[in-house]
């Protein structure tokens, strides 16, 4: 398997543009997570999703931040308007389902520079 | 929720000495503790877990103990090489079916001296 794919992996954009990030799960997990990666917050759990469900979107800094999982193999994790506040590292992550635990994988992240 | 703390946030040893890092968690109900290892400008990889059936799970130069009574958890990594040096993680969760999600301490920046 290709593990988690992630598009774009580099975007700069200006303040006020409308950025979208792409997300493609490994093939069979049914777990998604998007997380955010800076110096000062480490790295913090945005949403995830089960079967294409949002169970969890606590993390979701504001109404400027969307995600959407349309089909198991697809989710996109949308900035609208972008500040640069927004600037970070944005991974994904999939993993199945264990009744004990569950080991997450990630992608090779989304690079956000917002000017 | 569950709040992990991580400590020390940097962590400097010469090759060949040992390096332990150790976590706190507030949620008793959380039974997985992963260790990522991240290096610069790279993902976070999974190096070694544990679940809380057990108390200590040891792969080749590292070793994982859990303490559940004192929700406490440490990595050990021995015999440390250069190649150690990275950012480490540890994480908590309770199972994902059970509403549980994994959410990760601050990070150790380890750096090895040869």
């Known amino acids: 398997d290709a593990g988690v794919i992630q598009s774009p992996r580099h975007e700069v954009t200006e303040m006020g543009q409308e950025v979208t990030l792409r997300c493609k799960p490994i093939s069979g997990h049914d777990y998604l997570f998007w997380y955010r990666q800076t110096m000062m917050r480490g790295l913090e759990l945005l949403i995830y999703f089960n079967n294409n469900v949002p169970i969890d979107d606590s993390g979701m800094p504001e109404d400027r931040f969307s995600a959407k999982m349309p089909n198991a193999s697809f989710s996109t994790l949308k900035i609208q308007p972008s500040e640069p506040r927004d600037s970070a590292v944005y991974f994904c992550?999939?993993?199945?389902?264990?009744?004990?635990?569950?080991?997450?994988?990630f992608g090779e992240g989304s690079w956000l520079t917002v000017v | 929720g569950e709040n992990v703390e991580q400590h020390p946030s940097t962590l400097s040893v010469q090759e060949g000495d040992s390096a332990v890092i150790k976590c706190t968690y507030s949620?008793?109900?959380?039974?997985?503790f992963p260790w990522y290892k991240q290096e610069l400008g790279k993902r976070p990889q999974l190096i070694i877990d544990i679940r809380s059936n057990v108390g200590e799970k040891k792969d080749q130069r590292i070793a994982v103990t859990l303490n559940k009574t004192a929700k406490h958890f440490s990595l050990h990594i021995t015999e440390t090489q250069p190649e150690d040096s990275a950012v480490y993680f540890c994480a908590a969760s309770t199972a994902y079916n059970q509403g549980g999600k994994l959410i990760f301490g601050q990070g150790t920046e380890l750096s090895v001296k040869p």
């Open positions: 949620d008793s109900a959380s039974n997985y």
């Open positions: 992550a999939s993993s199945l389902r264990d009744i004990s635990g569950n080991t997450i994988y």
